[in-house]
């Protein structure tokens, strides 16, 4: 469908994240190990808490979750973004720039929430933990997980199809390294200030409720591990909540200056190192952070290391 100076489906061009830089083969060899590592410690998790009994909680199903929604996150955009570097074709099509941006606000918006339940796991543990196997019964894991899943599906489902009806003019170079809303509206053709009021009205409330809930959630964990009698115990839950906190504001504030700031913020520059910060680099932290650093999570991997070990062994005696 062609109208006047641009055609409706015509195929995109994404400029990449390394237009601008001096040695590129080096970021994308950087890229690609961080992709590599994302991908095998959010899968390690997921076969360790599917393999160890011990991991049968509500707190690890929920991380299996946060782990599955992690590379599915990264596997949406990396690949495509090294395979352009290496082919040298940074060309995608109409059909390809919907489906990486609907995936990509599903994936996103699940996570939000996803993330906000999952500090009501926390708090319910450490706040009520006598009351724990009924508030986080496997129902309402279950229902958590929906919830987190649909939230996201509505995310993707209202915005892609908007956002991609509009009229796009006859520059079809995307000055980032995949489909972003914000970048794709800067070609169209037409007055799109209503959208992304509505737009920036819909990323405040899914932004700030759940990190309103995450912020609440641990405050009322820190003010009762405060009361706690055990200095070690104090400690060790300190540690953990600020580091999930540290963890969290980066991912929220990025995506907050991504969607809520004004124009005036905005750089390509800017924005392109801020998404490469929470769609690259937060799927690597998230196993490190809340995962792999867990005594439990350490002792079944061991454990499993050592069942492989010793079946190893034995088939080649």
Request: glycine share 4%.
């Given at each position: 469908?062609?109208?006047?100076?641009?055609?409706?489906?015509?195929?995109?061009?994404?400029?990449?994240?390394?237009?601008?830089?001096?040695?590129?083969?080096?970021?994308?060899?950087?890229?690609?190990?961080?992709?590599?590592?994302?991908?095998?410690?959010?899968?390690?998790?997921?076969?360790?808490?599917?393999?160890?009994?011990?991991?049968?909680?509500?707190?690890?199903?929920?991380?299996?979750?946060?782990?599955?929604?992690?590379?599915?996150?990264?596997?949406?955009?990396?690949?495509?973004?090294?395979?352009?570097?290496?082919?040298?074709?940074?060309?995608?099509?109409?059909a390809g720039c919907t489906s990486q941006h609907f995936i990509y606000?599903?994936?996103?918006?699940?996570?939000?929430?996803?993330?906000?339940?999952?500090?009501?796991?926390?708090?319910?543990?450490?706040?009520?933990?006598?009351?724990?196997?009924?508030?986080?019964?496997?129902?309402?894991?279950?229902?958590?997980?929906?919830?987190?899943?649909?939230?996201?599906?509505?995310?993707?489902?209202?915005?892609?199809?908007?956002?991609?009806?509009?009229?796009?003019?006859?520059?079809?170079?995307?000055?980032?390294?995949?489909?972003?809303?914000?970048?794709?509206?800067?070609?169209?053709?037409?007055?799109?200030?209503?959208?992304?009021?509505?737009?920036?009205?819909?990323?405040?409330?899914?932004?700030?409720?759940?990190?309103?809930?995450?912020?609440?959630?641990?405050?009322?964990?820190?003010?009762?591990?405060?009361?706690?009698?055990?200095?070690?115990?104090?400690?060790?839950?300190?540690?953990?909540?600020?580091?999930?906190?540290?963890?969290?504001?980066?991912?929220?504030?990025?995506?907050?200056?991504?969607?809520?700031?004004?124009?005036?913020?905005?750089?390509?520059?800017?924005?392109?190192?801020?998404?490469?910060?929470?769609?690259?680099?937060?799927?690597?932290?998230?196993?490190l952070i809340y995962s792999l650093r867990n005594k439990d999570v350490?002792?079944?991997?061991?454990?499993?290391?050592?069942?492989?070990?010793?079946?190893?062994?034995?088939?080649?005696?």
């Amino acid at each position: 469908m062609e109208l006047g100076n641009y055609s409706m489906y015509a195929d995109f061009v994404l400029l990449g994240l390394f237009s601008n830089t001096r040695f590129p083969w080096l970021l994308s060899a950087l890229i690609l190990l961080v992709f590599v590592i994302s991908i095998a410690s959010n899968t390690i998790m997921i076969i360790l808490i599917h393999m160890d009994s011990h991991l049968h909680t509500p707190m690890y199903y929920l991380l299996s979750q946060l782990s599955l929604m992690d590379i599915l996150y990264i596997s949406t955009i990396v690949p495509k973004m090294l395979v352009d570097q290496i082919v040298g074709q940074r060309a995608i099509s109409f059909a390809g720039c919907t489906s990486q941006h609907f995936i990509y606000l599903t994936l996103a918006g699940a996570e939000f929430f996803l993330l906000g339940l999952m500090s009501y796991d926390r708090y319910v543990a450490i706040c009520n933990p006598l009351r724990y196997p009924v508030l986080m019964s496997r129902k309402v894991c279950l229902l958590i997980v929906v919830a987190a899943w649909l939230g996201g599906s509505i995310d993707g489902f209202l915005l892609t199809p908007v956002t991609m009806q509009f009229p796009f003019c006859a520059s079809r170079e995307i000055n980032h390294f995949f489909c972003e809303v914000p970048a794709l509206l800067k070609l169209s053709c037409t007055d799109t200030s209503t959208y992304e009021t509505a737009m920036y009205v819909c990323c405040i409330m899914m932004l700030l409720i759940p990190f309103s809930v995450i912020s609440a959630s641990y405050t009322r964990i820190l003010i009762t591990v405060y009361r706690m009698n055990e200095a070690e115990g104090r400690r060790k839950a300190v540690a953990t909540c600020s580091s999930h906190m540290v963890v969290v504001s980066l991912f929220y504030g990025a995506a907050m200056y991504t969607y809520v700031l004004p124009h005036s913020y905005h750089t390509p520059e800017k924005d392109k190192a801020v998404s490469a910060f929470y769609t690259i680099l937060t799927p690597l932290l998230n196993p490190l952070i809340y995962s792999l650093r867990n005594k439990d999570v350490s002792r079944a991997l061991k454990k499993t290391l050592g069942k492989c070990l010793s079946s190893g062994s034995v088939s080649t005696f």
